[in-house]
């Protein structure tokens, strides 16, 4: 990576040799993070003629594998961010994650939300929330709203119903995806959405990204959009990272099929096994202190259901057993597959705090990282050094991808997988990894 720097008092630039150009991003210096740019994110190039470049996350833990702890610790600061930087005016609140790379972040950000809430007693009686993440998946289920990521490979997103939208009666509405540059699809997105029985009391929208690549054209669309000023809405931006970047192509780009990448449209509820909590469907809380009953408790409640339900301890034994054979120090990778990312970082950080006592006992450590595979096409280069393709396990018949990733680097792999287990013949090269396990979600639940 070809970088050429640049400091003054006003701004940070760093040009980045791609593929396909050169992509020059620019610092905003009223940045305030823990994180500084280089550890956020790293940069890849996409079979895409509508945008060719990507910001590969180094904390998300999608295209590059990232430790749990990071990755809570980036979604816990973003809303922190949050808290300081909007009311705390108590509403109803609707959160809406971004898939497919933001699935996890944004579920995150939804728990971290109600800890914060709950510790500083700042969530209200009678309060109520809700989150829910966009999909490409068609499931034999009631839709709110389909919208368009139009520079994307799999442009079409879906948002469906849940019964609680129907008095939900959000003033604010949070947004979460890993990064925003134009805002067009927030901007697709809000506009759809105020047209539904969700946007007659909204008055804030708070976007939430971990880099944002807005110009401050691209941020008047929102402040001068003539619906949210008629119906009188704030809109924040809220990010780890703010700037500004520029792609210069200085090659011919050869012509990408991004159709393949949309999927078949086929119902896919005879594939995917239904999750204890679904947040493609929504995940519902209301908070009730006069009966003691906080969202934070019943979050935490329903977090301990899902360690039992799906096994968790057995899961965790299995792996102890396969790594005791040597007192040297262990890594081990926990793998989600697309847009199922939640339980397996959930299980990620459960199998790290539940192994504390094992490096003890056997004087080592034990390095926990979290990756997860997807359908986003990108190509080797920059910051993707490794490549895996195989066929989703969704029946779609498109190609998947796991991105730096070689399996002689660890000691063991567990990848989590949504789907039947009958679709595990798709994983393909992955089931030759001699010290990879394939875990089907309902195949461990007691």
Known sequence: MDNDLLQNDKSYEQTINMLYGRLTIVENPSNQSKYNFDDLTGFANRENNNRSFLFASKVLGKYIPASPKIIRDVAHELV??????????????????FAETATNLSHLFFEEYLKHGYYNNIIQDNQEFLFIHTT???????????????HSHAPQHILYWHESMQNLNPETLVLIDDEFTTGKTCLNFIESLLNTVLGSQIKTINLICLTNWMSEENKEKFYQNQKLLDLGIKVNFISLFNGECYFDTNTMIPKFDIHKFSGNHKAKDDIIQMQYINPRLGVYYKNNNSIKKHVYMDYQNDLGNIFQKYNFYQLKDEIVQKI????????????GSNEFMHIPFLFAEFLKSHLVNYELQKDCKVDIVYQATGRSPLL???????????????????????????PEDYDYIMLFSETNSSQNKHFEVLNHWHNLKIVNLNNHVQ
């Open 324 to 335: 005791s054979n040597h007192n040297k120090n262990k890594k081990i990778l926990i793998l």
């Open 80 to 97: 922190q961010k949050t808290y300081k930087a909007t009311s705390t005016k108590s509403c109803n609140t609707l959160f809406v994650g």
């Open 136 to 150: 490409r998946y068609e499931l034999k289920h009631q839709k709110l709203i389909e919208f368009r990521e139009e």
């Open 380 to 406: 080797l280069g920059n910051d993707i050094k490794e490549k895996v393709c195989f066929k989703d396990n969704y029946d779609d018949g498109m190609n998947n991808y796991l991105y730096n990733c070689k």
